[in-house]
């Protein structure tokens, strides 16, 4: 439970996938303009994390290594099967979206079908098997890591909403600031850089 | 006296629309309120302005100068050994002390105001003083031997990057001050964290190092000093042996409380007669300052008591987990060290960057003590955490405000609705 708890932490605020990786930038930076938006999309990427992570752990482990039941070792055909895995899970959040919120369906457009080539969801992935976590240390790094992104972009989101009445300069509007300002919340967010959870051995 | 100044204002006055008009107009509304009255509509204008808000705070900093200075003076002289007692050789700990902090105070407002007045003159609107303030908290976060060109860099950084491209003073979402701070933090770390760093003037802090005097100490003050017959700076004098120059906080996780008291007093602490940044090292003035701060109605007082609240939780519950000795200081032991009462007073108060709803006051001083400790104690990567904790939360302000709104509006609406319910 402890070390559950551990690698969701770091990977919701120590390692977070945009602030200090710089991952699933596109979508952050698209769908940040208002909280109601973002805060759906932060959820969707919750759940997709959450859900691919562990399926993708069983398809490295038990399809894709040597140790699995093909016996041979499969791991050129990971990312193509990651990457299956994930289009049908987002495939299916669509469809509950658009089932039971047509509003935030229409709101998210195309960003919630294209959570599919979202870094982070792949990168998530990639950096389980790097990383060489077991099934229940997947299942936490899936949801820290969608809680992480969830919290960043809900941030931007109402930091982008309250600058809508600032006096930014032209040039910067948009796009621009929103870029600073992920720096800026980069820098905040190194102040937990550098805890190491496992250190205090609860 | 009053009028002939407004005589004057009114002779120099430049042609408008030019940057030297910018720079009057500065001035101008620094000595006087100016009367332009609202068109349309009914208001309230208060001589209380923007202006007049900042110098407050500008004031309430006073006292942290001046012990501040003075402290450089005191750090330098303990470390040689020499007029270890607090009010010997004043005259020399207070030069010394000026001549640290008056190249740091200028360089920071000539390069802070340069860019503020650039911007005001090409934006065309009045000059805003939002940097005096960010420009007096700087000068009092800064370790006092700080290379001047990394100042500036890092004030050109905090007023460009951090205000001026949020569209200028009231518009930024991190406190100013605090990200020229953690742009040195970050960008040069060896400068502003370790041992070496807060006691100004010496080649190292190792016994037998020597002091580094400059032309000023030696050519200037010494023959002024000698002729009046009072101590001069000795420019062969070394460090004395076993002293560390490590701050109270550095000693806390190395060894516990009771490292920290070997070293120096509580009265030591309270007082503010240790090394440490310029100005956050004495606790009663900083706390006057923040009682001036709450009754001229400047600061908010919710936040400082739910950051005092939050600090005070974090460090109970770490007494109870007490897995490093560090973790096992008493939570009120915990408020003599470090820079909490500063932060707390003048650096989350900040009303452009902190929460602005009463419930999100709250919860944000809240968060700002808990991760605070958090950081101190648990991360070893940094020696205090405010700064960094106050930063994380700013950014989370706006989410705060937002959600506090919307629970606002739910509820109102809900009344609302059973109201129409009632009467129908």
Known sequence: ????????????????????????????????????????????????????????????????????????????????????????????????VEKFSPALYNALGIFLPLITVNCAILGGSLFMVSREYNFSESVAFGLGGGFGWFLAIIAIAAIREKIRYSNVPPALRGLGMAFILTGLMGIAFMSLLGIDPAAFGN | MKKRLLQF????????????????????????????????????????????????????LQLCYLLGTYNIGHQ?????????????????????????????????????????????????????????????????????????????????????????????????????ALLARVFVFFAYPTYISGDEVWVSGLESTLAGSAADYGWIHLNLFNPLFEGWGWSTFNAASTVVDGYTGATPLSLAFQGGWENVTNTYTTSQMLWGTIPGSIGETSKPLILFGAVFLIITGIASWRIMFSMLLGAVVMSLLLNAWGATPFMEVPWYYQFYMGSFFFAMAFMATDPVTASSTNLGKWLYGFLIGFIGMIIRVLNPAYPEGWMLAILFMNVFAPLIDHYVLESNMKKRVKRAKARAAAQA
């Open chain 1, 1 to 96: 439970m402890g070390e559950f708890f551990n690698i969701f932490i770091k990977a919701a605020f120590i390692e977070n996938l945009v602030l200090a990786y710089f991952l699933g930038m596109c979508s952050y930076l698209a769908v940040s303009k208002t909280v109601k938006t973002a805060f759906g999309l932060g959820l969707a990427v919750i759940f997709v994390l959450g859900i691919t992570m562990p399926i993708n752990w069983l398809i490295q482990e038990y399809l894709l290594s040597e140790t699995g039941v093909f016996g041979t070792d499969l791991t050129f055909l990971r990312f193509i099967l990651f990457i299956a895995v994930i289009a049908s899970m987002v495939q299916l959040v669509e469809m509950v």
């Open chain 2, 9 to 60: 204002f009114n002779k120099i006055e430049p042609k408008k629309g030019s940057f030297a008009h910018t720079l009057y107009d500065g001035f101008f509304t620094f000595a006087f309120t100016p009367n332009h009255t609202t068109k349309g509509g009914v208001h309230i204008r208060d001589g209380m302005d923007l202006k007049r808000t900042m110098v407050y705070v500008v004031l309430a």
């Open chain 2, 76 to 176: 330098h002289f303990v470390a040689l050994g020499q007029h270890t007692a607090l009010l010997d050789g004043f005259h020399l700990k207070l030069i010394y002390g000026l001549i640290q902090v008056l190249p740091i105070f200028v360089v920071t407002h000539v390069v802070g105001l340069g860019i503020e007045f650039y911007y005001a003159y090409k934006k065309g609107h009045g000059i805003e003083e939002g940097f005096l303030v960010s420009g007096a908290l700087i000068p009092l976060i800064m370790p006092p031997d700080i290379p001047l060109w990394m100042l500036a860099v890092a004030v050109a950084f905090a007023v460009w990057i951090g205000k001026e491209a949020f569209g200028g003073t009231g518009m930024n979402i991190l406190n100013v």
